[in-house]
């Protein structure tokens, strides 16, 4: 049975596509949903792909991903910089996590520049778009030897 990654997307990403194109670029959620799954089945992996724009949403999903998923790949957006309720669930789920962020926050505004989830991360990747997705999936299929 193939292993399978939760990707889990938080507030304001349903708006991809005409969200700020000038940060965010014109791809939209479900463009990226599409990539995905073709990098996941390349890889060998089930894909579970997510959005909400609720914080209690997405713990019960990281919460999910803990007693399913082999790793969990997210882009918590604006929750990212905000919530204690994200790392404390990444932290109790522990599966590898991937952080991703389709702009590089650290060229941004000096809030962007904490996260709540980088310290129960294995890794974070930003400033690469859409593609930090697929980036994220071949560094957890790399990390459980897949
Ligand atoms: C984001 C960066 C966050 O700072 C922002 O709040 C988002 C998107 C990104 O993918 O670049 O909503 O996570």
Request: charged share 20%.
């Amino acid at each position: 049975m193939p292993a399978t990654l939760f990707i889990l997307n938080g507030p304001n990403l349903n708006r991809l596509g005409t969200r700020e194109p000038e940060t965010y670029g014109r791809t939209t959620l479900a463009d990226i949903e599409a990539q995905c799954r073709a990098t996941g089945a390349r890889l060998g992996f089930d894909i579970v792909f997510r959005q909400s724009n609720h914080e209690g949403t997405l713990v019960d999903w990281i919460q999910e991903a803990g007693d399913v998923a082999r790793g969990l790949i997210i882009n918590p957006a604006a929750y990212t910089h905000t919530s204690v309720a994200l790392h404390d669930a990444i932290r109790t789920a522990a599966v590898p996590t991937v952080e991703v962020h389709l702009s590089n926050v650290f060229a941004r505004e000096a809030f962007r520049h904490h996260s709540y989830v980088s310290p129960v991360a294995v890794g974070v990747i930003c400033g690469f778009g859409a593609k930090g997705y697929d980036l994220a999936i071949e560094a957890l299929a790399n990390k459980l030897g897949a």
